[in-house]
């Protein structure tokens, strides 16, 4: 190309085009994996105004975080509690049945906007140029802070609702299982992000299989009632979101060390998960936001 010059005319000028990187292209993993880490300010700081803003239009505004778990278990308490009797063989069924409803409703939320993450932000995606997977990282992060407080009321109840049970070192456990929990969702909201980003018309069919996967882990019904089904009942063992509910369960209602049993299955499926979410949605980075 040539460069206008007021005093000797035109001077040619080379141009290395080597030097140019083309934009959107997918980096390598690990320059992928460090862009996010590069994104963690912005990550936190969207998450936490997506907290902030959530239910701003609402007159009980982030009440409804609470709310809705509540109402959703007493209506399943009315249903299997007293209409099915599904309680039977479930010590503390109250307990059990917050412990599930609140819990899975974190996962079905944490999945659910994970899988619309990219069309949600389409326009985002499309006018600016970072690692995609922090949208998905912004999402459950916001989860995890609006679990908080749902988490406190979680307990609250626990210890208010008869049989009401003592606070115990054995708490603790919480955490790391809603860790894991989180790094689940985070796995599984990269897969499906991707494949929602390419068939819109998975997002419709996530709800349903959200449905079926809360009968799956024993929200309102204990494992007991499979005992004439031992297959159906292996499978419900090996679910993770059902483990997640049998470590919270045991630590906080019956006083007991969670078997290490139920940790393994649990690791083993959120790191898994997150590995092959991140590689599988990392592979299409360069495809988000544009027409196909």
């Known amino acids: 190309m040539t460069v206008p010059n007021e005093n000797v005319g035109a001077v040619p000028t080379s141009v290395d085009l080597r030097t140019l990187i083309k934009v959107g292209v997918r980096p390598p993993f690990l320059d992928y994996l460090v862009a996010l880490w590069d994104y963690r300010h912005f990550v936190f700081f969207d998450a936490k105004a997506s907290v902030q803003s959530g239910n701003s239009r609402d007159r009980l505004g982030s009440i409804w975080l609470i709310l809705n778990p509540v109402l959703n278990g007493l209506t399943f308490y009315l249903i299997f509690g007293v209409l099915l009797q599904a309680s039977r063989g479930a010590e503390n069924f109250i307990g059990y049945l917050i412990i599930g409803v609140f819990l899975f409703q974190m996962s079905s939320r944490s999945i659910s906007n994970g899988a619309r993450a990219i069309q949600s932000n389409l326009k985002v995606v499309q006018a600016f140029n970072f690692p995609r997977a922090a949208l998905l990282l912004s999402v459950n ?11 406190i009321t979680m307990l609250v109840l626990i210890l208010l609702f008869e049989p009401a049970e003592e606070i115990t070192w054995l708490w603790f456990f919480v955490v790391p299982a809603i860790l894991l929990q989180t790094i689940f969702n985070l796995g599984v909201g990269l897969i499906l992000a991707r ?36 297959t159906i009942q ?22 007991e060390v969670p078997p290490w049993e139920s940790w393994a299955v649990l690791a083993t499926w959120s790191l898994g998960v997150l590995a092959i979410g991140m590689i599988y949605f990392w592979f299409a980075e360069e495809t988000y936001g544009r027409d196909e």
């Open 141 to 151: 992060i916001r989860e995890l802070l609006a679990s908080v407080p749902v988490i």
């Open 234 to 255: 292996a499978a419900i063992e090996l679910n993770p979101l059902y483990q997640v509910l049998t470590i919270v369960r045991q630590s906080v209602l019956y006083g």
């Open 195 to 230: 494949v929602v980003s390419k068939v819109n018309d998975v997002a419709n069919v996530i709800s349903f299989a959200m449905r079926i996967w809360m009968y799956a882990s024993c929200v309102m019904f204990p494992i007991t009632l499979f005992d004439p089904y031992p």
